[in-house]
């Protein structure tokens, strides 16, 4: 499985200290050569690295504002989350405010979120899914089922995310309207999340993304933030209801979805322990789980700004402030999935998701237990402090990392400081032995 | 090739009931075992670890992996079964009211282990101990 990630390290601000390797739920990342190392294949994109390196050594790579001028019709698609970065009242004036950033329309992902909440109901109707339902919209969790849950991926909600029915939905609707041909038409996520970027280059569940760029929601805050203070008169644009807004949340899709029994987890490490219960057959009452990468739901990304308790009550607020309007901001999904005849099938995954096998000791089981027993002698040797000294987040990693023949036992400073013990006192030995000419028996 | 992981197990030790499944599970995907095989595993080894936290005076998780199918083996010290039919049906549980009130012993432990295994062998005697012997192939 291909997985492109998204999160790089900028060489001259790591230290090489070990915070990152420690944190990594899917130990992606090593020491060498005092600078942190990401292994490509196992990198979820989660942005706990972003979060926990006291160098901002981790960034994420997104689009620049200057890209979307590759087309001719720019479509802004922000996230519910970005509602949630700034002091305003009123959605309208965010949107508003996109516009003067340079796009020709926006499509609020919020809205989206609803359509998916409308196709995951009637899935969840369905006969044939397996519960409790994972959903799908956080990409990070979903490649943290890939590569860690593989016995869970059956129970992932097939249906797109809705970042992406909203890039599906804007670009038909301004071909139809506008009369612009598919290519010409740019939709850019305004994102509060570096996994969205890797879905876009590596898609789950389908071949190609609608979506053509992703940009960092602190990239354009600054200038959002300064449109706002400007804008007298306010267009009406938004649609979205509080349902959609509240996504950004944790908990939000679970809540739009109407079930009783479900589980909303936030924090990649929580998240991976829920998901673990799971595995043993606990959860058999939930129908639904919503586990979200990022500590307090998507306002909590790695590139969001505001921080995510604040941003909690915001959406809080803007969804309570919709409450009247609820049922006509509603109406508003149905009109767009009867005019778009959406079905179910329309959302669903065109593909099945694999299995990430990168933590597998090899692909043949017999060689993989052979390699499983040298791990556990290697083991038995190591200190078991999990220090990091040696540049792999615990001595169980460096032991495998040694089995893989990308590691020595040398590099664990323990055991190469008893070796060198062991070859002082070899020396001290040595030096008392003399040459038969010189050894004689004083009588 | 075999592989044998053995774990002792704690009775009465909510805090550290699941600790050895987990490692079992662990090592079945370091090995690549399939996910069909790997949920079987799983399910199985949790609800017999649960079992001698609940219901026993300690004992041991064993589960032997070959190529061809891992075997899960898991041994009290006592006090046995009563009735082992009983115990098998579904919902049928001795555990204590406190054992209940914390949510667990709902009576599926047995049942789900048979559901979910191959080959699925039962022995108990009561004031002695229970040994239920578990198979389920890789295929």
Redesign the interface.
């Known amino acids: 499985m291909k997985n492109l990630h998204s999160i790089m390290l900028d060489k001259e601000k790591c230290k090489g200290c070990t915070n990152c390797i420690k944190r990594c739920p899917t130990e992606a990342i090593r020491v060498r050569n005092s600078k942190a190392r990401i292994i490509d294949q196992r990198c979820i994109d989660c942005g706990e690295c972003i979060r926990t390196c006291p160098y901002h050594a981790k960034y994420a790579i997104t689009n620049s504002l200057e890209e979307i001028n590759r087309f001719q019709y720019k479509i802004a698609l922000p996230a519910p989350s970005f509602y949630a970065q700034f002091e305003v009242d009123d959605v309208n004036k965010l949107l508003y405010a996109l516009l003067e950033l340079g796009f020709d329309d926006v499509f609020e992902v919020a809205k989206a979120a609803e359509i998916v909440t409308h196709f995951t109901k009637q899935f969840i109707l369905s006969e044939k899914n397996k519960k409790p339902i994972i959903s799908s919209a956080c990409p990070a969790v979903v490649r943290l089922v890939q590569t860690k849950f593989p016995d869970l991926i059956e129970n992932i909600l097939p249906i797109a995310s809705p970042m992406e029915v909203a890039a599906y939905i804007a670009k038909k609707k301004t071909q139809r309207e506008k009369r612009i041909e598919e290519d010409k038409i740019g939709a850019f996520f305004i994102s509060p999340c570096a996994a969205k970027m890797t879905y876009v280059n590596s898609p789950l569940g389908f071949e190609r993304s609608y979506v053509d760029g992703v940009i960092a929601i602190k990239d354009v805050y600054g200038l959002v933030r300064s449109k706002l203070r400007e804008i007298k008169d306010v267009k009406s644009l938004s649609i979205a209801s509080g349902k959609g807004i509240g996504w950004a949340a944790s908990g939000g899709e679970s809540l739009a979805l109407e079930v009783e029994e479900y589980v909303n987890v936030d924090g990649i490490h929580n998240v991976a322990r829920v998901l673990e219960e799971i595995e043993n057959g606990k959860l058999k009452d939930i129908i639904y789980f919503e586990g979200l990468a990022c500590s307090g739901g998507c306002v909590g990304g790695p590139l969001a700004v505001e921080n995510p308790y604040v941003a909690k009550n915001r959406i809080k607020r803007l969804c309570s402030n919709l409450k009247d309007k609820e049922e006509s901001l509603s109406a508003w999904t149905e009109e767009i999935i009867n005019s778009f005849s959406l079905k179910l099938r329309d959302v669903i995954f065109e593909k099945e998701l694999e299995t990430n096998p990168v933590l597998e000791l090899d692909s043949d089981i017999e060689r993989a237990m052979e390699k499983f027993e040298k791990v556990n002698n290697i083991l038995s040797m190591l200190p078991g402090l999990d220090c990091g000294a040696c540049g792999s987040p615990t001595c169980k990693t460096l032991a495998e990392d040694i089995v893989r023949g990308f590691a020595n036992d040398t590099d664990c400073i323990f055991v190469l400081r008893e070796n060198i013990k062991e070859l002082a006192n070899k020396m001290v030995e040595l030096s008392n032995k003399l040459p038969p000419s010189l050894e004689r028996n004083d009588e | ?1 075999l ?1 044998e992981l053995e774990f002792e197990i704690e009775p009465g030790n909510f805090m550290l009931a ?1 600790e050895a ?2 490692k079992i ?1 662990e ?1 079945l ?5 399939k ?2 095989v ?2 079987k595993v ?2 199985v080894s ?2 017999a670890e649960m079992n001698i936290v609940i219901h026993s005076v300690g004992g041991i998780l064993k589960a032997i ?1 070959s ?1 061809d199918k891992i075997e899960v083996i898991a041994q009290d010290k006592g006090p046995g079964i009563e009735d082992i039919e009983l115990a098998m049906k579904e919902g049928y549980s001795t555990a204590p009211e406190e054992i209940r009130n914390l949510g667990f012993g709902a009576g599926m432990g047995l049942p ?1 282990m048979k559901k ?1 295994s191959d080959y699925f062998e039962i022995d108990s005697q009561k004031g002695k101990g229970t040994r239920v012997y578990m198979i389920i192939y ?1 295929k």
């Not at chain 2, 995907?29 to 075992?33: A, R």
């Open positions: 090739m592989l699941g499944s987990s599970k090592t995907k370091k090995l690549g075992v996910p069909e790997l949920k799983a399910i949790y609800e992996i190529k789900n979910y890789n």
